[in-house]
């Protein structure tokens, strides 16, 4: 009789695989008692508060009064004494200078410490001076009016920042904020690609906002944006990140929810439109946050866009669109909206920022609100 020679199927040899042969089945785990993985906790944390000391000082001085906000200060204002004394805070600012977050520049502390005669016009906005041009001698007799007869006036110069654009020349827009503006800025290149009359770059800087220029200060971006790119137009989406209390610039402290506060932001908001107005020659286009599912927030995005609406008619240029409004379902917040004919999601799960699809609507009323001065872009 013959000997048959025993077999095993595939599974067999991949459990034997699995069991035997692979490394892994001869690894032990290994485990950190508990005390030291507690001793391994505390020493990241405090590595953390020692490295970014002065995130911790502004969120507590954000904070509503109260304990929590007399607890926090009283641990992170001595920690970020300590950590600047001992030079533990210096690769944080070279990061915040890496990404462009600091603010102490010779032409941004109007944000900081400006007037609030911005708002009812005794601050006016800088003029930019005309380049001055050598008149050339005269080669023939010129002739004078008589003096009875008045001089004619002549009529001022077009606003540089209003044009008729064309593919030749396209009009040059600039989208920035913070993380509200992504996907509407990209929305809005997608809806004037056909006609290629706007040429718009983005510039994103997420998690910015007014009340804390002492780690990003808009103005300072406003004048650097001026010069690097020249836009002629600038569209604004800004404020999602603005539910903390300010110093005023007398060195008061304003609570959020407070007209002082209001008047405040409505203050800051003049000053960066201003900047990136350079004095009637820019169009700036400013939009707050939209409604939000946390009631919370939606009242201080609309208490932002009260003051977005007061700075825009302070200052020559600017413009106020509305988003609060304009894209609340039946006045109120909504996940969904109708958009050409469709019930899209138009938010994100944390019910503030748009979601790609939902970005087409504040996008076309960005565009709308552009085409009186340029016209239909689209």
Known sequence: MAL???TRSRNDEERF???VEHPAAHAHGRTLPAGKVLVVVVVALVTAMLLNSAAMVRAGTGMPDGLTRTLVLGVAEPVDSFAHATYLDRPREQLDALFDTESTTEGGQELLTGSAGILNGSDPAPQTPPPSVSAPPPTEPRLTASPSAPSPTPAPPPSPSVRTPTPEAPLRVLVTGDSLSTY????MTNITADRKVAEITQQQFNGTGLTRPDFFNWQVK???QNVELNPEVVVMILGGNDGWNMTAPDGSRLSWGTQPWIDEYARRVAVVM????AGGMRQVFWSGPPTAR???????FAQINEAVARAAQAIPGAHFVDLYAATAVSGAYSDFA???????????P???HFSYQGALQPARLLLDAMSPAYGALA
Do not use: H, K, M, W
């Open 4 to 6: 048959q020679t025993p």
């Open 17 to 19: 695989i699995d069991e």
């Open 184 to 187: 509407i800025g990209q929305q």
């Open 222 to 224: 406003a004048e650097q």
């Open 274 to 277: 201003q900047a990136y107005a």
């Open 294 to 300: 946390d009631n919370t927030f939606s009242g201080i």
């Open 338 to 348: 109708s958009i050409d004919g469709q019930n899209v999601l138009a938010r994100q």
């Open 350 to 352: 944390d019910g503030v």
